[in-house]
């Protein structure tokens, strides 16, 4: 079993910065890619950014060039770094890793409100 608990998140400003991050533990050793998908009210679920264990990414569209996706050397732990934020990033942000073995963990989301 895998355990993801997200830390970070809050209110800021359009425009401002804020970073949001994810630990894993458990059985870390089985899990592969892990990113983040987000949620907003009424919307369904999107994936935001996604890092595998070579360290290669992949973005939204409407995030590109302002969210960076890091993964720490142990690869138990991802950052999601978001800078240049819109009203329309407000919304819930799930981290998540795939198992090797198949299947999916997830945390237990974290609320983004960019707001001013």
């Known amino acids: 079993q895998v355990h993801l608990v997200e830390h970070g998140g809050g209110l800021v400003q359009p425009g401002g910065s804020l970073r949001i991050s994810c630990d894993g533990s458990?059985?870390?050793?089985?899990?592969?890619?892990m990113g983040w998908y987000r949620q907003a009210p009424g919307e369904q679920r999107e994936l935001v950014a996604e890092?595998?264990?070579?360290?290669?990414?992949t973005y939204a569209d409407s995030v590109k060039g302002r969210f960076t996706i890091f993964r720490d050397n142990a690869k138990t732990m991802i950052v999601l770094e978001m800078n240049s934020l819109k009203v329309e990033d407000t919304a819930v942000y799930y981290c998540?890793?795939?198992?090797?073995?198949?299947?999916?963990?997830w945390g237990q989301g974290t609320q983004v409100t960019v707001s001013s």
């Open positions: 890092i595998t264990t070579e360290g290669d990414t």
């Open positions: 998540f890793a795939d198992g090797l073995k198949g299947g999916e963990y």
């Open positions: 458990g059985q870390i050793k089985d899990i592969s890619t």
